[in-house]
């Protein structure tokens, strides 16, 4: 058994689709249109045939409740992994990208939180 799929509630696709592109530089796998949404899934350029990003509408009562309520506690959506946590930083800090926690270290790992503007926090990790 593996990971195919993880889902990431995001407040509006279109949003979701530029910022996970354009600033993290995610692929497009699949963007199929669900009526009013679409199946719209990532991959990572490193890992195309790897585990794929969806982005979920959160319009679900409970979704949008579980993302505002993490988002307002602090904690992450998810976590990526970098090569180079301070290279990725610097990177994303140039394409505009906001920083809620600067690359800090913690134990065994560096990692850093990002706002990705669809109401989510993500944690970035160098292990």
Known sequence: MRIIVNSIFVED????LAFYTDKLGFIKKHDIPTGKFRWITL???EDEGGCELLLEPNEHPAAK????????DGIPATM??????HEEYNRLVEKGVEFTMQPTEMGTITMA??????????????Q
């Open 80 to 85: 990526f992994a970098v090569t180079n946590i």
């Open 113 to 126: 939180v990002f706002d990705d503007t669809c109401g989510n926090l993500i944690q970035i990790v160098q």
């Open 43 to 45: 991959a990572s350029p």
């Open 65 to 72: 409740e579980y993302q505002q309520k993490i988002f307002a």
């Open 13 to 16: 696709q279109n949003q979701a």
